[in-house]
């Protein structure tokens, strides 16, 4: 098949000549059912948006030129999303060769993989957002490009995202208590719960809050309750991310005075933190204390905790591992270590292990009922 061909002119005479090919080209589209094909009449639309401005057509007929091309690349990404493409031939796990009627790869097919990707990007966008988008863009009088519509999808794609975390952190309310050899936790915000304990009577606050920028006023109530919970020289320790680093330490310095950064490293992850278009390797470990630092009740140790590897069991979960290396190292058997976000246990698990007291809150009910679990399943 020739990528210009059949209903395409090759020297149009007038704007004429392009909306006949226009009009045949629209009817040809909801006839193409493979990859290769519509592959095929994307180069064809394309061609037929250079012939519009080639032959002078006003800014209509190449806008209707461009909606072609639009609806091509869409029809495109439809057909490539829904088709099982071969990962190129590769021998199978028994070590015999893939069968010749494996589905084709893009290579085969003639499609670059960005190609492939730009226009599965086109098709994510809902029909009646993608109508909205070109009626909007031809209403103002404004160009159709690619570009405009993989904006929408990347725009709705954040939505979808931001809309699904937010729906993770949703919490079932919970008023509870539990106790066990060595360890309490309470159900409930921790700004409540850890209200009726004593001034001065934990060691160290070693957590994990929320990283949102909606979250930052949390940080300055951590640091406020721990400035009242800690003993004289106690720390807090806290895990947190990078972009928004400057603020929490401003909220946390507030009520606590700063000590050091902990790196944990974030081996074979990688996340890709595109405000900054950074591979991140590694996450900080905020440490204050409740006055001076304790230089000398402290061992000499490194500021690199062991990596972060551990499976997580709900999305926010952590790694106990770098937790337990810092409650080691920055506290001692016998003391007592609160985590007001407990989560599922994973810090307070660690805390008993190390002969130290633990005291945490949890505002989930589910969380809260699988710290349990798990917290007593170490007093079996």
């Known amino acids: 098949m020739n990528a210009v061909g059949d209903w395409l002119p090759v020297a149009p005479e007038s704007p004429?000549?392009?909306?006949?090919?226009?009009?045949?080209?629209?009817?040809e589209l909801q006839r193409v059912e493979d990859p290769r094909e519509a592959a095929v009449f994307v180069a064809r639309t394309e061609a037929?948006?250079?012939?519009?401005?080639?032959?002078?057509?006003?800014?209509?007929?190449?806008?209707?030129?461009?909606?072609?091309?639009?609806?091509?690349?869409?029809?495109?990404?439809?057909?490539?999303?829904?088709?099982?493409?071969?990962r190129g031939g590769r021998p199978s796990e028994t070590g015999d060769t893939v069968s010749m009627v494996s589905p084709p790869t893009l290579d085969e097919l003639g499609i670059q993989p960005k190609d492939s990707q730009r226009w599965q990007a086109v098709a994510s966008v809902p029909e009646d957002r993608f109508e909205q988008h070109l009626a909007e863009q031809q209403t103002a009088g404004r160009e159709l490009t690619t570009a405009g519509v993989l904006a929408v999808a990347k725009h709705l794609s954040a939505q979808t995202a931001r809309k699904a975390e937010l729906n993770g952190r949703?919490?079932?309310?919970?008023?509870?208590?539990?106790?066990?050899?060595?360890?309490?936790?309470?159900?409930?915000e921790f700004q409540e719960r850890l209200a009726g304990l004593?001034?001065?009577?934990?060691?160290?606050?070693?957590?994990?809050?929320?990283?949102?920028?909606?979250?930052?006023?949390?940080?300055?109530?951590?640091?406020?309750?721990?400035?009242?919970?800690?003993?004289?020289?106690?720390?807090?320790?806290?895990?947190?991310?990078?972009?928004?680093?400057?603020?929490?330490?401003?909220?946390?310095?507030?009520?606590?005075?700063y000590g050091w950064v902990y790196?944990?490293?974030?081996?074979?992850?990688?996340?890709?933190?595109?405000?900054?278009?950074?591979?991140?390797?590694?996450?900080?470990?905020?440490?204050?204390?409740?006055?001076?630092?304790?230089?000398?009740?402290i061992r000499w140790h490194e500021d690199t905790t062991p990596a972060s590897v551990a499976q997580k069991s709900y999305r926010?979960?952590?790694?106990?591992?770098?937790?337990?290396?810092?409650?080691?190292?920055?506290?001692?058997?016998?003391?007592?270590?609160?985590?007001?976000?407990?989560?599922?246990?994973s810090y307070g698990e660690a805390v008993v292990g190390l002969e130290r007291e633990f005291i945490g809150c949890e505002a989930d009910a589910g969380r809260f009922a699988k710290a349990v679990e798990r917290l007593r399943s170490r007093n079996a």
């Open 48 to 86: 037929l948006r250079y012939l519009a401005e080639k032959a002078y057509a006003g800014h209509e007929v190449q806008n209707q030129a461009a909606e072609l091309a639009l609806r091509a690349k869409r029809r495109a990404g439809e057909l490539l999303a829904a088709s099982a493409l071969s």
């Open 170 to 188: 949703l919490i079932e309310p919970i008023d509870d208590y539990a106790e066990g050899p060595g360890w309490r936790l309470f159900g409930g």
């Open 263 to 297: 790196v944990q490293p974030l081996p074979g992850q990688n996340s890709r933190i595109m405000e900054r278009h950074v591979f991140q390797t590694w996450k900080p470990w905020l440490a204050f204390s409740n006055g001076t630092w304790p230089s000398g009740a």
């Open 198 to 257: 004593p001034d001065g009577c934990i060691d160290a606050f070693v957590t994990d809050p929320p990283y949102p920028a909606e979250s930052l006023p949390l940080w300055g109530e951590l640091a406020k309750h721990a400035a009242r919970l800690l003993k004289p020289q106690g720390l807090l320790i806290a895990l947190t991310g990078q972009i928004l680093l400057p603020q929490v330490i401003e909220h946390v310095s507030e009520y606590l005075s």
């Open 16 to 27: 004429i000549d392009v909306m006949a090919a226009i009009e045949r080209a629209r009817a």
């Open 316 to 345: 926010w979960q952590q790694d106990a591992g770098p937790a337990a290396y810092l409650i080691e190292h920055l506290t001692d058997e016998g003391d007592v270590v609160c985590d007001p976000s407990a989560g599922t246990g």
